[in-house]
């Protein structure tokens, strides 16, 4: 079987057999890569805990005709330990494993920004310095635009008039504009708005700068937009505090 090396994250694990398991990876550039891990469930096995999710491990897999094999597994970076201390933490990381692996459909397509941005999603909620909540937000929404699902939070999102707009609709893709706005849309405050563009952005001074109260209702619109483009919600998602 021939051979091949790649690095990943491993995002969801399961039994297979008597001690084997399969496990699910986001690689750099492979995608979605499901692959068995022999004897892993052995007190003796050689991989010890480096597949189990979270891990960021440099992998040699042998090519199989269902399954990939996993032959060889270094830890890279133990995301794990890093977070298992931080309930609040280990729970965002949890949604942001769910979602890359819904987000990512296809297996062994290339989806290395989908990998680059799980990676330092998840290094920055092991650094500690930023919220949990607001690095899980500022993820979720930066993978759903890799996926095609961009909001607009700025223009409006149906007619491309230039905001600030008062009306958040998941289903249309973000703001509208008061000609737009369809019935139910939420009217969430300018301040959250602006939060929800800078956490698409990137743009952590301004993150830093919102309140509680702020911050809670840009998760709760976060939360929509996802569950709206994800079709059903995370199971994940029900455990992170808001
Ligand atoms: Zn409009």
Redesign the pocket.
Known sequence: MPLYRDEAVVLRTHKLGEADRIITLLTRQHGRVRAVARGVRRTTSRFGSRLEPFTHVDLQLADGRNLDTITQAETLTPFASGLGADYERYTAGTVMLETAERLVTEEKDPATQHFLLLVGGLRAMMAGDKGPGQVLDSYLLRSLSVAGYAPSFDH?A??G?EGPHRWFNPSMGGM??S??RLPGSAGPAAATVELLGALLAGDWPVVAQADQRTRKEASGLVAAYLAWHVERGLRSLAYVER
Do not use: E, F
Request: glycine residues 0%; proline residues 0%; charged residues 10%.
């Open positions: 409006c149906r007619c008039v509208l504009c000609t737009c």
